[in-house]
């Protein structure tokens, strides 16, 4: 790397490491506690990289960031943040940021993100158009790491009009994205409508989508059923549970997605389909593509921007946060203040949560209205979670006797769905990597990453490791260090 590097920041220590290391790198390296200073060396021409925090002692690097972007428009800014919530990286990229980095922050990720922006110098674009102020008012809650790269994604999305595919288990909160990406994106004034496609009769989704018409009065069509698409006209149309949809639907829908128009179950006339599409599902599509449930040339349309929303059990350390929060709702909705002690959050932090957030949401609201005590206390959360099995912790014995039961169970299923015919050739490969994605990705989230560290903790050899990382598309996310 070469080139001067502003580093601006109030904890020493963080000046002290970055400056090191990017020294270390090859960089020149000024570094300030001020935002005050730090503008004058941008006025002053200072500086081919800026790393700053958001918060200092003379005010917001946020705030000053547009000026920054008018009056250098080509020099890169990376903020970083210990105010690690959606609306933070939705700020920096309204701001203009060259990149948003949670704290505690990966070095290396740093680093890496420096050098990118060197060597893109001149290729900043231009200042970013004003945008209205934003209210901290996203019911979305989590600091963790597998989080934080959910809120990277957003903040990026949010001036776009691509399609996003949201997976993830139910109760993990894909409608909160879906309507966080609309609320605050380029289709806010239009309507967002929302549509569970595994609640609909397979023979009436394609009238509830694109509606249907009666008939001819007067030479004239009139319709009989406005459907989902007319509805979102301008704004954004949410396809949950996208894989419940049956193949006529979807070849339909494919056609919507390619021209741009359709036309109402019965009908001729054409309509403009001016909707930004946001589909989610739960299921594994890459395995219904297989099966012959799915279209594939329909899921790379839909999936332009994947978003992986992290179950519960991944992000444990949100769950204090998110009792709290759902703690603050339950008294805004009418029930008496209730706080929660240390013992019941740990408590909390140690459940399987098959349910994920939608459950604990429960489980915190029916104890705010049954709980006497002003605090809750670790035995009465015991017996609340005593009566939910499916949260329980469970021995590990019955643990390798339920995984074992519920791959013979989905095969079963998988059977039973093909009747008197066979299923596709190749099933012995297809199941062997449903197998293979969660346990090569839940290990190197033990790790951290650490590839070394996962290949011994797998028994494989680190090349193969890397091999089926590749073959199975796994997003590898290095361990935050604490700083």
């Not at 920041?9 to 020294?23: F, G």
């Not at 070849?251 to 741009?260: A, D, K, M, S, Y």
């Not at 389909?273 to 219904?288: K, V």
């Amino acid at each position: 790397m070469d080139g001067t590097i502003i580093v601006a920041d109030d904890d020493r220590t963080i000046r002290t490491v970055l400056s090191q290391a990017l020294t270390r790198a090859g960089c020149r390296v000024r570094s300030t506690s001020t935002i005050s200073t730090l503008w004058r060396w941008v006025e002053e021409g200072e500086g081919d990289v800026v790393v700053s925090d958001v918060m200092m002692p003379d005010g917001d690097a946020l705030d000053l960031l547009p000026a920054i972007r008018k009056k250098r428009p080509d020099l890169p800014v990376i903020i970083m943040s210990a105010q690690n919530t959606v609306m933070t990286a939705i700020r920096a990229t309204e701001a203009g940021a060259y990149e948003y980095l949670p704290k505690p922050f990966d070095l290396k990720e740093v680093l890496s993100q420096v050098n990118k922006a060197l060597s893109q110098r001149g290729a900043v674009s231009g200042a970013p158009a004003a945008q209205p102020p934003r209210e901290e008012g996203l019911p979305m809650i989590g600091r963790s790491p597998a989080m934080q790269e959910v809120y990277r994604i957003m903040a990026r999305l949010m001036n776009t009009d691509l399609g996003v595919m949201i997976s993830g288990e139910s109760g993990t909160g894909k409608e909160l994205v879906a309507r966080a990406l609309h609320n605050f994106g380029q289709r806010k004034d239009g309507p967002f409508v929302a549509v569970n496609l595994a609640a609909i009769p397979r023979d009436m989704i394609e009238s509830d989508l694109f509606g249907q018409v009666s008939g001819m009065r007067n030479g004239t069509q009139h319709p009989e059923l406005v459907g989902k698409f007319q509805q979102a006209q301008g704004g954004t149309l949410f396809l949950d549970e996208v894989g419940d949809m049956p193949l006529d639907a979807q070849t339909r829908l494919l056609r919507v997605l390619q021209e741009g128009e359709f036309s109402p179950v019965g009908g001729r006339d054409m309509h403009k389909a001016d909707t930004r599409i946001i589909a989610a599902t739960h299921q594994d599509l890459r395995a219904l593509i297989n099966e012959g449930r799915f279209r594939e040339d329909l899921f790379y349309r839909l999936n332009v921007v994947p978003i992986r929303l992290p179950p519960l059990r991944e992000r444990l350390d949100d769950i204090p946060d998110l009792a709290r929060q759902f703690l603050r709702n339950a008294e805004a909705e009418g029930l008496q203040r209730k706080a929660i002690s240390p013992e019941a959050i740990k408590l909390l932090q140690q459940q399987q949560w098959s349910g994920n957030v939608r459950e604990l949401e429960n489980l915190m609201r029916r104890l705010a209205a049954l709980c006497p005590d002003d605090t809750i206390a670790e035995n009465m959360v015991a017996k609340e979670i005593a009566e939910r099995p499916s949260s329980a912790t469970v021995p590990q014995a019955n643990r390798q006797q339920k995984l074992s039961k519920s791959i013979e169970e989905h095969l079963q299923r998988y059977f039973d769905l093909h009747g008197d015919s066979l299923p596709p050739p190749g099933l012995y490969e297809r199941i062997i990597k449903e197998v293979e994605l969660p346990l090569i990705a839940l290990s190197l989230a033990a790790t951290r990453g650490n590839q070394v560290k996962t290949a011994e903790l797998l028994g494989i050899n680190r090349n193969t490791l890397r091999k089926k990382i590749q073959d199975l598309d796994i997003r590898v996310t290095r361990g935050k260090k604490m700083m």
